[in-house]
């Protein structure tokens, strides 16, 4: 199982390999990082094998619940393997003290009083499978947004600047880059600043809005956790770059250097740790941003019309946090007052 999963992080060595990659998982959404990365690796190799029509998925789903929606697997289609939870019961009968929490046997009952949580202990192999690996009843279209150049979808403006505003920065318009220093936006920690050019495109200012907001949630220099300026780039680059992806956008101007110029920068890890730490970090904060839009965009990677409350649903989401705390904990360090983001090349 790790090998699957190394062999896919170490294909992303280019930055259209990682900008793939991302944009893949804005649609995969609902899936962790590296389980985006293990599924889109699978189909590329069925693809080339001649199993599946298309390069890449389109939805994915576990046999069970492609038996909700009167589907079923082909015969001979192998599923791609990702990881899911491993749940473990947990008991206390003073749920605040975090020392009181006992975990339940298979079949034990809690005491008398005791507050029962589950949480994730491990993960193990699950499969999934994509829609053109089954045959069986249509599955739904969903709406697709359709954009003129230079355009950004509805209300995307108001709904990064609303979050901006709750945390705390104030947002406001530059005439144009030479008043900030030669960038398209620019985040001030120092005064709580956002400052987007007004002289761009509405796609452009939201793009840009969108990359300042990454800065706003995940590099206050009081607890910022990443490494060094270049790795602080990718990731506010990628978390615009998934909230652009999820609702349509045009992700062609969006630039992300050489993979191996900020992976290998952090002493005493290796990159390919780096590498899928950045994208869950970016993952995490992109799906909170997308959850608090009145449009979350494009759909999450599940066939429309599935039953997310059935037995086999709700259980990937946390599979991330649980595999993150398997690995190392990145070290913090100071991060810079202010981060730019200068215009594409």
Do not use: C
């Amino acid at each position: 199982m790790g090998a699957k999963l190394q062999a896919a992080v170490e294909e992303l060595t280019t930055g259209e390999d990682w900008k793939r990659a991302i944009e893949f998982a804005a649609r995969f959404r609902s899936r962790s990082f590296r389980n985006t990365l293990l599924i889109y690796a699978q189909h590329a190799e069925a693809f080339e094998q001649g199993r599946v029509s298309s390069p890449a998925p389109t939805y994915v789903a576990g046999f069970q619940q492609w038996k909700q929606l009167a589907r079923s697997v082909d015969k001979g289609q192998g599923g791609y393997m990702i990881y899911a939870p491993v749940l473990g019961r947990f008991a206390s009968k003073d749920p605040s003290d975090p020392m009181s929490w006992r975990r339940l046997a298979s079949r034990e009952k809690p005491a008398a009083g005791e507050v029962v949580r589950s949480k994730i202990v491990n993960v193990k192999p699950a499969y999934v499978w994509d829609v053109s690996q089954t045959s069986g009843a249509d599955v739904p279209e969903r709406p697709m947004p359709r954009l003129l150049e230079g355009q950004a979808p509805a209300g995307l403006w108001a709904g990064l600047a609303t979050q901006v505003a709750d945390a705390g920065f104030e947002l406001q318009d530059a005439t144009d880059a030479s008043s900030i220093w030669g960038a398209n936006g620019v985040t001030i920690y120092d005064t709580k600043q956002v400052l987007v050019r007004a002289d761009m495109d509405d796609a452009a200012r939201v793009k840009t809005l969108a990359h300042e907001l990454g800065h706003v949630r995940m590099h206050d220099p009081a607890d910022s956790v990443t490494h060094h300026r270049g790795i602080r780039e990718v990731e506010a680059e990628s978390v615009a770059m998934m909230i652009g992806a999820a609702h349509g956008m045009d992700t062609s101007s969006y630039t992300i250097p050489y993979v191996a110029s900020w992976a290998e920068g952090v002493p005493d890890k290796e990159p390919i740790d780096v590498i899928r730490e950045t994208g869950e970090r970016v993952r995490k904060i992109a799906l909170d941003v997308l959850d608090k839009l009145p449009d979350a965009g494009i759909g999450d990677g599940y066939p429309p019309g599935l039953d997310r409350n059935g037995p086999a649903a709700g259980r990937e989401a946390a599979v991330s946090t649980r595999a993150t705390e398997l690995g190392t904990a990145a070290p913090t360090t100071k991060a810079a007052a202010v981060d730019i983001s200068v215009p594409a090349l």
